[in-house]
């Protein structure tokens, strides 16, 4: 049956496609049960709590955790966990398959400062296991959540409340392949109905998983560092002031994106933004809330060249209105949240047990 031109402008624009692409079906699983998730990269930094947090909702076994490294006892024992990497597009297929698999989140990835070191990794992980995700996506009707980064804008972005959608010419690998990330994703969306969504995280700030080789580790570093010695060599220039998040905000909002109804998507790709700091900033934090001793010299390196071309803050009104992003952990929250959570694991070095003494003398 044709349909006159009329009636199709004024169809919804998902509705349209769904006339025109060779691939009309897209629901992804059936309402009456909980979805069964696949996390690729799930022993990085974002991932366990990403799995704990999806275990929660969706019970243990719905969860399937994937990476290519070995997961601790605690890890293999707290759902299923099977190998998976993500270069292989049949084995992928065949999880997807096994599993019944009907959602996936995309970890997998190489980092900002690890891609400098090695092009060709990045280049391979990030936009060929990409692919072979999105093709089982595409293939299997899969809704799949792939985290984009600020590190997709470039020198020639503006950098101040950056936009979601203005100049995309970032100059590191990690860059290049999250901007094909997010366009293929699109594309896909758009030419045959996947379910492709993204976000683009700042600098992810965590106490219980250590970071994977970015510009912004040092956010985490510097915790540790502070426990234990009391003093930090910071590898960016002390004003680098950079979008940050802390974990939980992180998973909060990629749950949101996640289980967000597809009608409410006004777009595919969202930015989210936090907080933002230098690390002279945070430095003065710590000193507030933990060591007025606490020293910090600064070293930079080829990260310093990185954090130059990243915004300062990301403008993040559309994924607060479309699936009401709203983060709750200002920096000296996330300070005070870091050393909090680390103090025990450093409760025998000098310096946090000098300072336990002191409280209590002042007690
Ligand atoms: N952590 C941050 O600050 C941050 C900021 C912006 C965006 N992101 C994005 O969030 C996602 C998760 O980041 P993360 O910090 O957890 O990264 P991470 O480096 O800590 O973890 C990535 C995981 O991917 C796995 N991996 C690498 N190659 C693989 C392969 N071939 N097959 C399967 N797995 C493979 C690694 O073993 C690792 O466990 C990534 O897409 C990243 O770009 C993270």
């Not at 919804?12 to 996390?39: F, M, N």
Request: hydrophobic share 40%; aromatic share 10%; charged share 20%.
């Amino acid at each position: 049956m044709l349909i006159p031109t009329a009636t199709l402008r004024a169809m919804p624009r998902i509705a349209q496609l769904s006339r025109l692409a060779p691939i009309t079906v897209r629901r992804t699983y059936a309402t009456s049960r909980p979805p069964r998730v696949l996390v690729t990269g799930s022993l990085g930094q974002l991932g366990s709590s990403m799995v704990n947090t999806l275990r929660a909702k969706f019970g243990r076994d719905n969860v399937v955790a994937s990476d290519i490294k070995k997961p601790t006892d605690v890890q293999r024992n707290s759902g299923p966990f099977v190998y998976a990497d993500v270069l292989n597009y049949k084995s992928l297929d065949k999880l997807v398959v096994d599993y019944g698999i009907d959602w996936v989140v995309h970890f997998s990835a190489v980092l900002s400062a690890v891609g400098e070191r090695n092009p060709a990794l990045g280049l391979d992980v990030n936009i060929n296991g990409f692919q072979n995700v999105l093709e089982v996506a595409k293939n299997h009707r899969l809704r799949l959540l792939s985290p984009s980064t600020m590190g997709a804008f470039g020198p020639t972005t503006p950098k101040d409340n950056t936009p979601d959608f203005t100049i995309m010419r970032p100059n590191t690998i990690y860059g290049i392949t999250k901007v094909h990330m997010e366009l293929l994703g699109e594309y896909y969306n758009e030419k045959f109905g996947v379910d492709f969504r993204s976000l683009r995280y700042p600098g992810i700030i965590s106490a219980d998983t250590p970071p994977g080789g970015g510009t912004t580790d040092y956010a985490v570093d510097i915790f540790h560092a502070a426990l234990k010695d009391n003093s930090y060599t910071c590898f960016l220039k002390d004003d680098a002031m950079l979008p940050m998040m802390y974990i939980d905000d992180c998973i909060r909002g990629t749950m949101q994106l996640l289980e967000a109804p597809e009608e409410s998507l006004t777009q595919r790709v969202y930015n989210v933004n936090a907080c933002a700091f230098t690390p002279a900033q945070i430095a003065d934090e710590i000193r507030k809330q933990f060591s007025s001793e606490f020293k910090m010299d600064y070293h930079p390196d080829f990260r310093q060249q990185i954090a130059e071309t990243w915004p300062h803050s990301m403008e993040d009104n559309a994924a607060r209105r479309d699936w009401a992003w709203n983060p709750q952990y200002e920096t000296s929250d996330i300070v005070a949240v870091m050393l909090k959570k680390l103090a025990p694991v450093y409760q025998n070095h000098q310096v946090v047990s000098q300072m336990a003494a002191e409280t209590a003398v002042a007690q």
